[in-house]
C-alpha cells in the first residue's frame, strides 16, 4: 500500500497542499518541527526544502510508512509513534504539523492535547483536513465509482473518515476542549494534475483503505474495471485536472 500510495497518489493529490503547507510552516520562522502522521513524507520533503535551518522530526504510526518515508526525506529524523501519546517530553518542538492525518485519530481531543503539551511557550499547530467529498473531484469521481461497482453497499470509507471531518467548527471544538484556540482558517482549494484517471484510480485502490473495503465485497478485476470507467467518464481521457478542496488551521495555546 504505501508504495502505491506514494506514487500514483502523493504526486496528484498530497504534494500541492505540501508545498502550501511548507510554505506557511517556514514564514513562521520554527527552530524545532514535529510533524504527526507524516506518510511517505510528501510534507516532511517540503518542510526541509522550505525551512532549511530548522530541525524536522517526522512521525507515523505505521512502521512501513516511516520505512519508506525516512528513505524519501532522509533529513528528518524519523520515528514511529502514536500520535495520541506521543514519546517527546514537554515543550519540545515550536512547531507541531499535520497535513491530513487529524481525521485518522481515533481520538482527536487527545491528540491535540499532547500537540499542546509538546509545543514551547508560543507554539502553533499548522494542519489541514479535507472540506466535504463533493469538493473533491478525484474522491467524488472514485465514489460514483465505487456506488457503480458496488450498488447494494458500497464503501464509504472516503465520505466518513478523509472527508468526515468537515466541519471547521466540529475542528475548532476539538482543539478548544485540548486547549488550543484556532488564530487562523482558511479553505483553500488546489488543482490535481495526474496522467490519467485510471492512475487515480490505481492510487485509491492500491494505497489506501479502500482497498480493503472492495476485498471484502469481493471485488474483483470486473469492479476495478466498473470504477476506472466510471472516473474515467467523470474525469476525461487522457491527462486530467480537477479541483481539491481542503481547509488549513493555525492553531496555538
Known sequence: MPAAYEHHLVPVVFRPFA?????????????????????????????????PSAEVTATDLNEAMVALGSARAPGALWLQADAQRLPFPDGSFDL???????????????????????????????????????????GAALQAGLERAFPADPPQFLRTVPHGYADPAAVAADLAAAGLAVAEEQELTLEGRAPSAADVATGF?????????VEERGGGPSAVAAVTEEMTSRLGPGPVTAPMTAYVFLATA
Do not use: N
Request: proline share 6%.
Open 19 to 51: 508545498a502550501d503547507l511548507a510554505a506557511r510552516a517556514a514564514r513562521l520562522h520554527p527552530r524545532r518541527i514535529l510533524e504527526l502522521a507524516a506518510g511517505t513524507g510528501a510534507l516532511t520533503s517540503a518542510l526541509l526544502a522550505a525551512a
Open 205 to 213: 485502490l492500491a494505497g489506501t483503505p479502500v482497498r480493503a473495503a
Open 96 to 138: 507541531v504539523a499535520c497535513q491530513f492525518g487529524v481525521m485518522f485519530f481515533p481520538d482527536r481531543v487527545a491528540a491535540y492535547t499532547e500537540v499542546r503539551r509538546v509545543l514551547a511557550p508560543g507554539g502553533r499547530f499548522l494542519f489541514t483536513t479535507w472540506g466535504p467529498l463533493d469538493t473533491h473531484a478525484f
